[in-house]
T-cell receptor, first 118, second 114 residues
Framework: GAGVSQSPSNKVTEKGKDVELRCDPI?????LYWYRQSLGQGLEFLIY????????KSGLPSDRFSAERTGGSVSTLTIQRTQQEDSAVYLC????????????????FGPGTRLTVL | QKEVEQNSGPLSVPEGAIASLNCTYS??????FFWYRQYSGKSPELIMF????GDKEDGRFTAQLNKASQYVSLLIRDSQPSDSATYLC??????????????FGTGTRLTIIP
């Protein structure tokens, strides 16, 4: 089966523009996560979906960031009015269940979208 | 204090030797622990997870967990040049429904010297 896919793989945009990043999780995975990794930094949690609901949005850095998930599958992360500090690799991960559902929440990552804001 | 701490390295190990990577975490309620390998320019790849005290072995990899000391480690036996990568320790605090995120350390860069 296919792994997590993300598009685009690279995105260069000008400061102030809006961008949309897409994630297609592993088929059957109910949980979906967005993280970002800045150069030389660890992975930073952004938001988590269980189905189409987002129980944890605590990592979104500002109200310029939003995400949605439809049909329990594809998710889109939108960054409005991009700033240079938004430049990072945005990683999506999925897992088949949650701790509440009895798994250990092994998360599998997609290849990421490298965002560069000029 | 950072929630998940790792020595950033670089850690250099001769080919064929044992590489030992260490990680400490601050939240005593943490339930599951993960090791990811990340090659330069690539995304993290899950290599091991552990949730019970003790050792868990998978091929050349052994994960060790000591919840009393809040310590998790990864041993790589018979190190190969292809093991050269950054190793990320991640912790799932778990608990209430919705608290499913992984908290990552900043990673240890491992270099295997031929």
């Amino acid at each position: 089966g296919a792994g997590v896919s993300q598009s685009p793989s690279n995105k260069v945009t000008e400061k102030g523009k809006d961008v949309e990043l897409r994630c297609d999780p592993i088929s059957g995975h109910t949980a979906l996560y967005w993280y970002r990794q800045s150069l030389g930094q660890g992975l930073e949690f952004l938001i988590y979906f269980q189905g189409n609901s987002a129980p944890d949005k605590s990592g979104l850095p500002s109200d310029r960031f939003s995400a949605e998930r439809t049909g329990g599958s594809v998710s889109t992360l939108t960054i409005q009015r991009t700033q240079q500090e938004d430049s990072a690799v945005y990683l999506c991960a999925s897992s088949w269940a949650t701790l509440a559902g009895g798994s250990y929440n092994e998360q599998f990552f997609g290849p990421g979208t490298r965002l560069t804001v000029l | 204090q950072k929630e998940v701490e790792q020595n950033s390295g670089p850690l250099s190990v001769p080919e064929g030797a044992i590489a030992s990577l260490n990680c400490t975490y601050s939240d005593r309620g943490s339930q599951s622990f993960f090791w990811y390998r990340q090659y330069s320019g690539k995304s993290p790849e899950l290599i091991m997870f552990i949730y019970s005290n003790g050792d868990k072995e998978d091929g050349r990899f052994t994960a060790q967990l000591n919840k009393a000391s809040q310590y998790v480690s990864l041993l790589i036996r018979d190190s190969q040049p292809s093991d050269s990568a950054t190793y990320l320790c991640a912790v799932n605090i778990g608990g209430d429904f919705g608290n499913e995120k992984l908290t990552f350390g900043t990673g240890t860069r491992l270099t295997i010297i031929p």
